[in-house]
């Protein structure tokens, strides 16, 4: 079973940066496709980015396309968002996720099998 520990959320000003990480353990993930998603009070969960390892390839929301950036380290286990230029509509509760799909990146939330806990990133005015 694959389990999977977000951290890095907090508080930040708008214009400020946070980088979220996002533990792995149990099984190793490297033929995965890793995405993270994001939820704000009353909203559906949203796609934010994704990436795969093998072939290599990232892919973003407009929304947060030139500002979020997303990355793998497979020895680790780790998949990590850093965020720049946060707004205050970045403000949600943001969740790592593994897809089982062997091609492409999934942006939909039931293509994925494996969730985090979520951590908190509130971006204040």
């Known amino acids: 079973q694959l389990q999977l520990v977000e951290s890095g959320g907090g508080l930040v000003q708008a214009g400020g940066s946070l980088r979220l990480s996002c533990a792995a353990s149990?099984?190793?993930?490297?033929?995965?496709?890793m995405g993270w998603f994001r939820q704000a009070p009353g909203e559906e969960r949203e796609f934010v980015a994704a990436?795969?390892?093998?072939?290599?390839?990232?892919y973003y929301a407009d929304s947060v396309k030139g500002r979020f950036t997303i990355s793998r380290d497979n020895a680790k286990n780790t998949v990590y968002l850093q965020m720049n230029s946060l707004k205050p509509e970045d403000t949600a509760v943001y969740y790592c996720?593994?897809?089982?799909?062997?091609?492409?990146?999934?942006?939909?939330?039931?293509?994925?099998?494996?969730w985090g806990q979520g951590t908190q990133v509130t971006v204040s005015s």
């Open positions: 990436i795969r390892w093998t072939p290599r390839s990232t």
């Open positions: 996720a593994v897809s089982r799909d062997v091609l492409g990146l999934p942006r939909q939330v039931d293509r994925y099998d494996y």
């Open positions: 149990g099984r190793t993930f490297s033929n995965y496709a």
